[in-house]
């Protein structure tokens, strides 16, 4: 197990760039991840990285050795699942990442249940709206809203999420109703940006007569967390653009109301990523098929309670 452990710690280590990345990712010290692969190496008689104060690099002999390494713990954690499956006893830990909004409200509510029912696998659940490389993060699955990037993930579609621009009544009352997305420029509304560092220009893609356009929208406000989105606008700080999912309940009580209805947003989709090589692991089917089902029965939920509204 020892040996398996040094391979683990190799391999992240290899993926993430650097030693102190990589225990926190495994849960460890940097001490303790230094020695296992200082271990392995002492094993293989070579050296797995080249190391300086500021950066850490595979050698040559790393860059081969992590192929095999891939294969070899792929090779394990499928051993592992067949046995659990067989043992009808599942157990271990799920690495999970969701959006803020999907995973506050759908996710984290629901693993309690999960729990009860599998009481020997442990969840690690991350949430945030920035972008996650399910891979390289170690992830054994992650909720995704929104287009996809090419990629050799599996992908299983949860639901086609509906979604709205919307303002407080306040906003509207000061600045006026715009019609569409033209008026959202024109107008220069306050649009409020879901942006992470690095971001290009933010644009916004609604549906026109003539089809889908982008309108580049501008704002003074923006920020990486789609719930602190949703509390400016509630604030009356000025325009959202969400899935109704996530504003449902201010829809209908009124606090929030939809604007530039002209030229509605496209809808987005929920979906759940796997890699390919955790796609037959027993836990992750257990999990994401619970997750799938409580998912849909509560976007169902909320989505004909907003169209009540």
């Not at 992590?66 to 830990?93: F, K, N, W």
């Not at 759940?272 to 509560?298: G, N, Y």
Request: proline letters at 6%; charged letters at 20%; hydrophobic letters at 45%.
């Amino acid at each position: 197990m020892a040996y398996v452990n040094n391979i683990r710690m190799f391999v992240r280590v290899y993926e993430l760039g650097s030693m102190s990345a990589a225990a926190r990712d495994q849960r460890t010290s940097p001490a303790v991840a230094s020695a296992r692969v200082a271990d392995l190496e002492k094993h293989l008689g070579v050296r797995l990285f080249n190391r300086t104060t500021r950066a850490l690099r595979p050698t040559e002999h790393g860059r081969l050795f992590y192929e095999g390494a891939c294969r070899i713990l792929e090779a394990i954690d499928a051993a592992e699942a067949v046995v659990m499956e067989a043992s009808q006893s599942p157990r271990g830990t799920l690495f999970v990442a969701a959006p803020l909004g999907v995973g506050r409200r759908f996710i984290a509510t629901a693993v309690p249940a999960f729990k009860a029912l599998y009481p020997q696998i442990d969840i690690r659940l991350r949430l945030s709206d920035r972008a996650i490389d399910v891979t390289g993060e170690g992830l054994d699955l992650a909720f995704h809203l929104g287009p996809l990037a090419d990629s050799d993930l599996k992908i299983r579609v949860i639901a086609d999420c509906p979604r709205v621009l919307c303002a407080a009544p306040s906003y509207v009352q000061q600045r006026g109703m715009p019609a569409d997305g033209a008026a959202l420029v024109a107008e220069r509304h306050d649009c409020l940006n879901l942006r992470f560092p690095g971001a290009r220009e933010f644009q916004w893609t609604l549906q026109t007569s003539s089809g889908a356009k982008k309108f580049e929208i501008t704002g003074p406000l923006e920020s990486d967390d789609g719930d602190v989105l949703t509390a400016w606008a509630l604030a009356g700080a000025g325009i959202v653009l969400k899935p109704v999912f996530e504003v449902a309940d201010h829809l209908r009580s009124g606090a929030l109301v939809p604007v530039a209805t002209d030229t509605p947003p496209l809808a987005t989709q929920l979906v759940c990523l796997t890699p390919s090589r955790k796609f037959r692991d027993q836990k992750v089917q257990l999990f994401t098929e619970f997750m799938v089902a409580h998912c849909k029965e509560q976007l169902a939920s909320l989505h004909a309670n907003a169209s009540m509204a």
